[in-house]
């Protein structure tokens, strides 16, 4: 069975602080995808990132980086300099590589405010 | 431009009757996925399907019906049998092979009184 854990229901920071965003899952596959969406109040989940477990180096791209930690099961994202922009509910998931198309299982999600 | 759409934005509907969602994908995905989202919670899958003319029970179907007849489209039927209807629901698509992202559609916000 596969679980993810977003221990953060809700957080809020002043503009331009670093915030970051934990995530912890549990699986006994040894192979697996690990991602993160944003849902902004519109609605629609936005796909920011997909990482597998063959690769532990952590990625940035622009004020956005994933550290991902095989050896303690957690997969967090950080956003510097935040933004009133980035205020939306953020969720990390998880899916095997190999097995039913269907399996990809989703945290509870973690709601960012970013205040002016 | 390629994407998923899902219409109505809104739906209201009274107790006791079925609605039915659409959702229309031009990303020539093999998979499409049904997720319904409450207030402060996760999604949760209803019925997904990998391939046109089969489609698979999620971890909540009870109350909801799916066909799939065309590869780009996956409606799924909110039944009078669902005993909380009221919800966000969030369509999306992918390639079809364990491990890719999915896409999703902007959603449908359905209130039932």
């Known amino acids: 069975a596969q679980k993810v854990t977003q221990a953060q229901t809700e957080i809020s920071v002043v503009e331009k602080e670093d915030v970051t965003l934990d995530c912890v899952y549990e699986t006994r596959d040894t192979t697996y995808y690990l991602f993160w969406y944003k849902q902004p109040p519109s609605g629609e989940l936005v796909f920011l990132i997909r990482?597998?477990?063959?690769?532990?180096q952590n990625e940035i791209s622009g004020r956005y980086s994933w550290n991902f930690q095989k050896s303690t099961s957690s997969f967090n994202f950080t956003i510097t300099a935040s933004q009133v922009v980035d205020s939306a509910v953020y969720f990390c998931?998880?899916?095997?590589?190999?097995?039913?198309?269907?399996?990809?299982?989703f945290g509870s999600g973690t709601q960012l405010t970013v205040l002016p | 431009d390629g994407g998923i759409t899902q219409s109505p934005k809104y739906l209201f509907r009274k107790e006791g009757q079925n609605v039915t969602l659409s959702c229309e994908q031009n990303l020539n995905h093999d998979a499409m996925y049904w997720y319904r989202q409450d207030p402060g919670q996760g999604l949760r899958l209803i019925y997904y399907s990998q391939i046109v003319n089969d489609f698979q029970k999620g971890d909540i179907a009870e109350g909801y019906s799916v066909s799939r007849e065309k590869k780009e489209s996956f409606p799924l039927t909110v039944t009078s049998a669902q005993k909380n209807p009221t919800a966000f629901y969030l369509c999306?698509?992918?390639?079809?092979?364990?491990?890719?992202?999915?896409?999703f559609g902007p959603g449908t916000r359905l209130t039932v009184t």
């Open positions: 999306a698509s992918s390639i079809g092979q364990p491990g890719y992202e999915q896409y």
């Open positions: 990482r597998n477990s063959f690769d532990e």
């Open positions: 998931a998880l899916s095997p590589i190999s097995g039913s198309a269907r399996q990809l299982t």
